[in-house]
């Protein structure tokens, strides 16, 4: 059985180790065999208000156990990742060895599907990403669903989980170092070590390129000229290419403060580090929590690595596994503290 409690070795603990780590070097070498190697079946999967997101499915060849759970488990990536994301794949592979089927879901405008939906993405979007796992579920049934996200992932995971877990039959949803605060992480990361803006600016600003190689009458072309970072942008896109007519007003959008989380039905946990370098942990306190809500705060694990060895295995995906394992069949299931 995993331990709840996350220790790496010595060589391991340093928090920007950890969140590096988590998406290349080691992790990734295995990612791109584990790619190779996986049967996925590919889709769109179209909402009713005609959006489309795509996904990847793959079923696990461990036939004994995956005839015995009978279960799929939906990830959702962070910010500018994918499905094709190294610690997405890392993850999916050892779900699906323990017999869990998994979907790999994109959000709009991640996992080159640029093409698909005129209007950009933001993370105040959950509705279609709900409509979308509903859309999958209608075509492929199961009786138990469970949900688990990274990063900007986690926050999604936890707003679907409490707006609409029942109706999607989700039974339990991970969230692992989800945003909380959005408006106070953008000013933690602003002032942690520059490679995480300069990363997120480049991803970002990649993505409007492509959106508009698709979309040339967005004509982002003169303030993507102007915009040098990641508070530029933000200052510049969305007040012009959102609902929302400033950055503060869009990050309080799909925060989890307060009493945001007051319907979560089902149980959902919470995972996070100490020492993350980009989402303060101090930001939970903000969230006023209920009773099917269990957070477990991590000494080390940087963001979203957890990372164990030096392959760059994650502790998180064993305790995925965990988790979900001791939901399974459980009818009118509670989440304890």
Partial sequence: MTKKTFSPPN????????????????????????????????????????????????????????SSKNSVIILLHGWE??????????????????GYDVLRLNLRDHGNSHHLNKEMFNSTMIE?????????????????????????GGNFTLRIAADRAKKLNIKAAV????????SNAMTVLNNSLFIYERYFFRRWTRSIK??????????????????????????????????????ESYFSAYALIGDRLKNLAVPAYLIASKDDPILPVEDIAKIIKPENLIIEIQDNGGHCGFIQDLWAHSWIEN???????SHLGNENDCAQN
């Fill in 128 to 152: 279609e990403v709900g409509d979308a796992i509903a859309a999958f579920l209608g075509e492929y049934e199961y009786p138990e669903v469970f949900l688990a996200g990274f990063s900007l």
């Fill in 81 to 98: 990742g994918s499905s094709q994301s190294a610690y997405q794949l890392t993850t999916a592979d050892h779900l699906l060895k323990q």
């Fill in 210 to 247: 492509k959106k508009q190689k698709y979309f040339p009458d967005h004509d982002f072309g003169v303030e993507l000229k102007k915009v040098k970072t990641l508070d530029d942008v933000n200052k510049t896109f969305i007040p012009k290419y959102t609902t929302f007519d400033s950055a």
């Fill in 11 to 66: 060589i391991l603990k340093n928090a920007h180790v950890q969140s590096i780590l988590n998406s290349v070097g080691p992790r990734k070498y295995r990612a791109k065999k584990i790619a190779k190697n996986l049967a996925t079946r590919s889709m769109v999967l179209t909402t009713p208000s005609s959006v489309r997101l795509t996904a990847e499915l793959d079923h696990s060849k461990n036939v004994q156990l995956r």
């Fill in 175 to 182: 969230a692992i170092c989800p945003p909380i605060d959005p």
């Fill in 319 to 325: 305790r995925l596994v965990e988790i979900f394992d």
